[in-house]
């Protein structure tokens, strides 16, 4: 098959069969398809649809998210989890705002914060219909399976052969549709499991097809079992106000809102009363799982109730008390959310949206 008969299955296909009608594919404008891009980075398009909708409304623009404070992005966020995606996106905003411009070209966008090569090709294609080859996870296995590439879809190797038919594939014309019908193949028809290579476009000459070794490519690597860690959230609460801890700006669940963690249930309790905390009741909840790329977390909440309130005067920026009605105007981590609303849901003026 040549490159030119490849490009014309394709987007015949997804003439037909292609999704035309999402969000972002809507009033198009470089700022919707990069924060969409940024928001389908390693999430399904069902979950980011509400978010992206969310998000638009609220910072319809450069210049309102890069005059947003970090917490509102981040709050629109949580959920939607890798965090380091909503910080980034706020950073390259700021920068892109003090521009006065949008970025057209490959290197001003990778010059940016979180904008990797193909993001910046599908922003290129699809917002100022440049042609410039994409890679994503999609693309990936569809060009995998295709040529019937062989190693370990990480390897720097087999990265950089599939940039080469990445781009020797793209064409000239229609890029936009092309880019969208690439990752449309690979999310819809190319899947990761139980793929439907009878309504594939590409079948005919795609060689793992062929040789119907499909679920041989791409070739993962070998996974460990994730360690476990272990830890207490103490969600302490007075009245109408719980104390919330400000993560570091870096690393896991980095610049949420989160619950303070201790090692194990004494030392929450020796926490409390080193900061004069007088414990009305207490109770700790069940285990729960959540889960990361690298590790599962089990935490078990420590529910305390206390008349008493200390100011942490010294790390206020940090660790202060919030009253419940306003928690919903955080950005907290999804499991964190989750707690606080199973504990405050007694009532309506307890609940956290």
Known sequence: MTSATFQQNVLAWFDQHGRKDLPWQKNITPYRVWLSEIMLQQTQVATVIPYFQAFITKLPDVESLAQAPVDEVLQLWSGLGYYARARNLHKAARIIDGQGRFPETLDELTALPGIGQSTAGAILSIAFNKSH??????????????????????????????????????????????????????????????????????????????????????????????????LVFLLLHNNQQVLLEKRPPTGIWGGLWSLPEFANEDAALNWCIANNLIIDNQRAGDMQRHTFSHYHLDYTPLFIKTNSRMDFVSEADRINWHNIQQISQLGLAAPIKKLLQQHFKRGKHDTIN
Do not use: H
Not at 192 to 218: G, M
């Open 133 to 230: 080859p994409i890679l994503d996870g999609n693309v990936k296995r569809v060009l995998a399976r295709f040529k019937a590439v062989s190693g370990w879809i990480g390897s720097g190797q087999l990265i950089k052969q599939l940039w080469t038919i990445s781009a020797n594939l793209t064409p000239e014309t229609r890029v936009a549709d092309y880019t969208q019908a690439m990752m449309d193949l690979g999310a819809t028809v190319c899947t990761r499991s139980n793929p439907a290579c009878e309504k594939c476009p590409l079948a005919a000459d795609c060689l793992a097809y062929l040789t119907q070794t499909v679920a041989d490519f791409p070739a993962r690597k070998m996974t460990k079992s994730l360690p476990v860690k272990q």
